[in-house]
């Protein structure tokens, strides 16, 4: 499957976006479509995630109160709404998909990415 994410731009402090990821192709209801992002001169983070099969949502702790995830399967696309975005939200995000993801800690991860869209940066400043 490919993954096309769009949504990035800039922003100011406190504001929103949404960014989408749309699939080429099918994707399994027992997978799940999820974001990461890369800050600069900071590792990879796994931010959010969606089961394809019932929509159950996770998050990270950064992020959670303030990003919601949503899918439409008829769309075949996952967004995620942005809130209250702050200047460490600064990020290149990458949709992905996996089978199998955890939080831990307040910690996304994931092992078994098989596909991984291309970047939207997002800029959040005054």
């Not at 499957?1 to 402090?13: D, E, K």
């Not at 942005?82 to 994931?110: H, K």
């Amino acid at each position: 499957v490919q993954l096309q994410a769009s949504g990035g731009g800039s922003v100011q402090p406190g504001g929103s976006l949404r960014l989408a990821c749309t699939a080429s192709g099918r994707t399994p209801g027992g997978y799940g479509i999820g974001w990461f992002r890369q800050a600069p001169g900071k590792e990879r983070e796994g931010i959010s995630f969606i089961s394809i099969r019932d929509g159950s949502p996770y998050y990270a702790d950064s992020v959670k109160g303030r990003f919601t995830i949503s899918r439409d399967n008829a769309k075949k696309t996952v967004y995620l709404q942005m809130n209250s975005l702050q200047p460490e939200d600064t990020a290149v995000y990458y949709c992905v998909r996996a089978q199998y993801w955890r939080v831990v800690g307040g910690i996304l991860r994931s092992d078994d990415i098989d596909s991984w869209g291309q970047g939207t940066l997002v800029t959040v400043s005054s």
